[in-house]
């Protein structure tokens, strides 16, 4: 296997090779990836928001912004200055403290779990055995924060959105973790490099969602659900529940609910592709085209452009999820509360655990092709 | 000491008091919505002490099942029930005082003597790491397998008896029906055999 | 058991219907993604009013008669006219006259039963402003004649759909001098009129041979 680029590896042995001991070199890596990460997060939510706009604006045939930055790049970052300097108002005999703690408790999960997202054999922050597993207990949290913003805001609306956001968190977790499970099971581990890896080798032939399918579906799916992405925004439905649980909010701890929507988005985007889409890997895999074109995998250049490949593919296959997303949310209209508890525990559910007991049982019968 | 005991010790005293003082606050506080958020806390920090001990797994199970889904029920159940009840004094009410305290004294005893009689000896095989997963699953289907079986049979339980709730037809029509002690109001239904449908 | 079967058959049948149907769907929404837009910048570019654009009300002084009759006509009885009878001259002097276009419908019924055509329909409809009672129009505010928007140098005056050339949709960039779908009013006039005097030249021969 590739063993790509090592950016750990040779930025701690430049620091040793300056005279620094080497726990010190690694004390200066450390909180390097994290920072990349949290702006690269940051950035996503710009370009979720441009694309957001943008692309609702071409389904109805409308522009969209154009005045703010280049065709309109910079929308976001006027909304979030317009935001930071709203007045920042507490309502009346609210809760202060859970008032203030709800946004932040939504949001800390989202950023936590990009730290298991890779964008290559290397280039991940924490490469854990536990990796996707993580991102599911992560993701259970932040119904927490939900209930904590709809209690503390004093209002009827926020406390029923709340509520709804929470059922709808619980209960579409299950088929998530069931169809991840699937996968897993294919994989033999839990890491994300693993799973990946596991279906690099035959291109895009090899990616899991030939494999899986309908766990690809149930998967994304959940994810919108859990998103609360139209056409599941339930808890924000205005025509019943003003904004459910951001009623009550202004100024930047609204922001905070915005981005962590949006983060989450981008975050189970990037996920998918890790899970089914073959996460860095080209369609057609670079040992092939190094090996048509004859030159040495390991080679400094080649593997800087497999290297960027990867981060593109990754970000490629990621926004092209997005895109299906404001797609669907402009095509399919609002399910009502009893109809999405309904899909979720009488669809998805069934569904999902008969995809697992499938992928279990082609694994036993078809060891080489579901990953003996 | 370096830099890793370092971080470890100052985290180990950052979440071994977070625990300490929000477990406190569980018990302490009079609002119980407080109560019930502060012990997402202390499950959260539990979890915090099981990253310190290198048990990735159980730490995100941790939070997958205490966090995510217990205390989220906690949570429902208090923010669904709405029955305001005027305080109203219990007679003989110490009974009950004396009874739990006498439950929580005879606990804190026999934790205590376990804490005092437990070896508490270091293992000196090495940690499991990443491997753990695999440790635990085998442990699961082979020594632990009793418990584990038990533990799904209980959950199943569960799962069917709140089925069984949930599927209840409630008469708006009929007010207050004389009840039988331990029956709920339902509508009248046969009883469909499994796996046996009649044809319509 | 086949009861069972068929239940779970029809089941997966209409699942695939809805996901079939969802799927039309997003490839109806897709496809309006091809589709160019419509957008009139609207401050920095605005729609030309069609001839017949029912606007605010332009109100002549001078050409008024107090009659009433505007009153009488309008659904909710809404201009105001202060008129004095003079005895010397027996006639009726207007003293104020007033719209609330608050309250107004635009539906001109004033404008068509005055009988001394002094309403008439303009094209202006910025009529916006912070307090409502600015809305009330008194006879100088009526009198004002409106901007044209073809006049103004900070706006691009945009054609209408319907004084498009046939299949354009766009308003913008049109080349100069492109017509509208359809023969212009003028162009079927001057046909009329030429026809009429053809035939009256054929009367005339007609008679002239007679």
């Known amino acids: ?372 | ?200 | 058991m086949l009861n069972f079967l068929k239940q779970v058959g029809d089941y997966a049948k209409e699942t695939a219907q809805a996901a079939k149907f969802i799927g039309q769907g997003l490839s109806v929404t897709f496809d309006h993604m091809k589709r160019r837009p419509v957008t009139v910048q609207y401050p920095y570019e605005k729609l030309i009013p069609s001839e017949r654009y029912r606007g605010r009300i332009h109100f002549e002084f001078d050409k008024c008669i107090s009659c009433e009759v505007c009153v009488r006509v309008c659904p909710i009885n809404l201009p105001v006219v202060d008129w004095e009878f003079n005895r010397e001259t027996k006639k009726k002097t207007l003293n104020h006259y007033s719209i609330d276009f608050g309250v107004c419908i635009f539906c001109g019924n004033c404008v068509e039963y005055c009988p001394t055509n002094c309403l008439s329909m303009t094209e202006e409809y910025e009529l916006a402003s912070y307090d409502r009672h600015n809305l009330n129009y008194d006879n100088v505010a009526l009198g004002r004649l409106p901007y044209k928007v073809t006049n103004d140098p900070m706006v691009t005056p945009m054609r209408e759909f319907g004084y498009l050339p046939k299949g354009v949709m766009d308003p913008h960039d049109l080349p100069a001098g492109t017509q509208r779908a359809g023969r212009l009013p003028k162009d079927i006039l001057a046909e009329l009129e030429t026809q009429k005097a053809k035939e009256d030249a054929k009367k005339a021969s007609v008679e002239a041979a007679e």
């Open chain 2, 1 to 200: 000491m370096n830099l890793a005991e370092g971080v470890q010790f100052v985290s180990l005293v950052i979440l071994g008091g977070l625990m300490i003082f929000s477990a406190l606050g569980v018990v302490l506080l009079s609002n119980i919505v407080y109560s019930a958020f502060l012990l997402a806390l202390t499950f959260i920090s539990v979890s915090g002490l099981y990253i310190l001990l290198n048990a990735g797994f159980v730490a995100a199970a941790q939070v997958l099942v205490y966090v995510g889904a217990v205390n989220v029920l906690i949570l429902f159940g208090i923010m669904l029930v709405n029955k305001v009840e005027v305080f109203s004094e219990v007679k003989n009410a110490w009974v009950g005082k004396a009874a739990t305290g006498a439950v929580c004294a005879g606990l804190f005893g026999l934790i205590g003597t376990m804490v005092t009689s437990h070896p508490w000896a270091i293992s000196t095989a090495p940690a499991a790491g990443d491997k753990a997963i695999e440790v635990i699953g085998q442990h699961f289907f082979s020594d632990f397998l009793l418990p584990f079986e038990l533990a799904s049979i209980l959950l199943l339980v569960a799962l069917v008896g709140a089925i069984v709730l949930a599927r209840r037809e409630f008469l708006p029509d009929l007010v207050a029906p004389q009840q039988e002690a331990l029956t709920l109001p339902e509508r009248p239904r046969e009883l469909v055999a499994a796996g046996v449908r009649d044809e319509d």
């Open chain 1, 1 to 372: 296997m590739n063993p790509g680029i090592d950016l750990q590896g040779s930025f701690v042995r430049a620091l040793i090779d300056l005279g620094l001991p080497s726990g010190v070199a690694k004390t200066v890596w450390l909180p390097l990836p994290m920072l990349l990460m949290l702006v690269v997060a940051t950035v996503s939510i710009f370009i979720c928001v441009w694309l957001e706009r943008k692309i609702s604006a071409g389904a109805q045939q409308r522009i969209g912004p154009e005045y703010v930055g280049p065709i309109g790049a910079l929308q976001a970052v006027a909304d979030g200055v317009k935001l930071i300097f709203k007045a920042d108002i507490t309502p009346a005999k609210s809760d202060p403290w859970l008032f203030a703690i709800g946004p932040a408790i939504v949001v800390i999960p989202v950023f936590l779990s990009f730290l298991i997202v890779p964008f290559g054999q290397n280039l991940v922050i924490t490469d854990l055995g536990i990796g996707i597993f993580l991102w599911i207990a992560l993701s259970s949290i932040a119904p927490i924060g939900f209930l904590m913003a709809g209690y503390s805001s004093n209002n009827k609306y926020s406390l029923l959105g709340g509520l709804r956001a929470a059922a709808q968190s619980i209960s579409y977790e299950i088929p998530l973790a069931l169809s991840v499970l699937a996968v897993v099971l294919m994989t033999n581990g839990l890491s994300t490099i693993d799973i990946v890896n596991q279906q690099s080798g035959y291109g895009f032939l090899g990616w899991n969602i030939w494999r899986q399918p309908v766990g690809f579906v149930i998967f994304w799916i959940s994810a919108l659900a859990e998103c609360e992405r139209l056409p599941f925004d339930l808890p924000e439905a205005e025509e019943e529940l003003v904004a459910g649980y951001q009623t009550e909010y202004t100024g930047m701890k609204f922001g905070l609910f915005y981005v962590g929507s949006y983060v989450n988005l981008m975050l189970s985007a990037l996920i998918v592709s890790v899970l089914y889409l073959g996460g860095w890997s080209f369609p057609i895999p670079v040992e092939t085209i190094t090996g048509l074109l004859g030159v040495s995998e390991s080679a400094p250049v080649v593997q800087l452009l497999s290297a960027s490949l990867g981060i593109v593919m990754t970000l490629i296959k990621a926004y092209l999820l997005v895109f299906l997303t404001i797609l669907l949310r402009w095509t399919v209209p609002r399910v009502r509360i009893d109809q999405l508890l309904d899909l979720g525990w009488k669809f998805l559910l069934p569904v999902s655990l008969v995809n697992l007991l499938l992928t279990a049982g082609l694994k036993l019968t078809f060891p080489f092709a579901f990953g003996g």
